[in-house]
Nanobody, 127 residues
């Protein structure tokens, strides 16, 4: 069974940075497409970013392009989300998700395409 454990959330001022980490266990990490989603209070969960099993392909929601960077270290079974120039509207609980096994270049941006989820890590950006 796949397990995902996120860390790295916290309170930061607008313009600051955070790096989220998600450790994967239970299966072969390098066979899974990974994603980051977020859910703000009173809102639906939304896609943030995704990375292919190889790390060669990535995608971002428009509002974070140029500010966030997704990466993965298959040797450490970990996916990262580097968040720079944070804004108050980035405040949410951030969730790591896994889909797999997968192959090829296709990326997945819908929450219902992911079978495995972490417990979430809260990010609060103060103005």
């Amino acid at each position: 069974q796949v397990q995902l454990v996120e860390s790295g959330g916290g309170l930061v001022q607008a313009g600051g940075s955070l790096r989220l980490s998600c450790v994967f266990s239970g299966r072969t990490f390098s066979s899974y497409t990974m994603g980051w989603f977020r859910q703000a209070p009173g809102k639906e969960r939304e896609f943030v970013s995704t990375i292919s099993w190889s790390g060669g392909y990535t995608s971002y929601t428009e509002s974070v392009k140029g500010r966030f960077g997704i990466s993965r270290d298959n040797a450490k079974n970990t996916v990262y989300l580097q968040m720079n120039n944070l804004k108050p509207e980035d405040t949410a609980v951030y969730y790591c998700a896994a889909k797999g096994p997968t192959a090829g270049w296709r990326l997945y941006t819908a929450a219902n395409e992911y079978a495995y989820w972490g417990q979430g890590t809260p990010v609060t950006v103060s103005s």
